[in-house]
Antibody, heavy 127, light 107 residues
Framework: EVQVVDSGGGLVQPGRSLSLSCTTS????????MSWVRQPPGKGLEWVGF??????????EYAASVKGRFNISRDASKSIAYLQMNSLKIEDTAVYYC??????????????????WGKGTTVTVSS | DIQMTQSPSSLSASVGDRVTITCRAS??????LNWYLQEPGKAPKLLIY???SLQGGVPSRFSGSGSGTDFTLTISSLQPEDFATYFC??????????FGQGTKVEI
């Protein structure tokens, strides 16, 4: 069974750091991009960033709101993706979802979509 | 950034109704449009990718159409488990992948 399990959330003070983990199973981890999406309380979905598959160089992209503060990485030996969050702000408070990202090859490169989602882990930034 | 605008923001419907949700992109995104459903307190779930392709395991009462800037999600006969919030998302440009604000379907 394909599974994505996100974990590591908690209460953290503004300016501090927190690391989230995304533990995967049931598929070839290296063949897929992985992404993080967040949802502030009572609000919609916001894409945070993603890391490409090994095939596409394992490079990363981020939303402007987190660029320079957040870092996504992956450990192929453990089939785990990480979201390192630094200099946290109150507005980073949200449920964070890890997702598997599927790529369909097109003339432009990839049509990406998020086909498997974790249940989410809650990050609360407060003093 | 490409802005995604959904309409309506919410709607009321009954079991068996045909429901249509619209998503408009601020510029052309070809068919790089996905739809997700989110039940209260749960993670989103993929319904449609590439504007019109049904994800495996999703009931055939869901369908998607459109290309360029205008897209629709249609539920042909609303079922009790379909009362949820629906989001569209573009992945034409990276970064960022942007979501619509959501459409809440209520009883």
């Amino acid at each position: 069974e394909v599974q994505v399990v996100d974990s590591g959330g908690g209460l953290v003070q503004p300016g501090r750091s927190l690391s989230l983990s995304c533990t995967t199973s049931g598929f070839r981890f290296g063949d897929y991009a992985m992404s993080w999406v967040r949802q502030p309380p009572g609000k919609g979905l916001e894409w945070v960033g993603f890391i490409r598959s090994n095939t596409y160089g394992g490079t990363t992209e981020y939303a402007a709101s987190v660029k320079g503060r957040f870092n996504i990485s992956r450990d192929a030996s453990k089939s785990i993706a990480y979201l390192q969050m630094n200099s946290l702000k109150i507005e980073d408070t949200a449920v964070y979802y890890c997702t598997r990202v599927f790529c369909i090859g097109t003339a432009r490169g990839c049509l990406y979509y998020m086909d498997v989602w974790g249940k989410g882990t809650t990050v609360t930034v407060s003093s | 950034d490409i802005q995604m605008t959904q309409s309506p923001s919410s709607l009321s419907a009954s079991v068996g109704d045909r429901v249509t949700i619209t998503c408009r992109a601020s510029q052309s995104i070809s068919s790089y449009l996905n739809w997700y459903l989110q039940e209260p307190g749960k993670a989103p779930k993929l319904l449609i990718y590439g504007a019109s392709s049904l994800q495996g395991g999703v009931p055939s009462r869901f369908s998607g159409s459109g290309s360029g800037t205008d897209f629709t999600l249609t539920i042909s006969s609303l079922q009790p488990e379909d009362f949820a919030t629906y989001f569209c998302q573009q992945t034409y440009t990276t970064p960022p992948w942007t979501f619509g604000q959501g459409t809440k379907v209520e009883i």
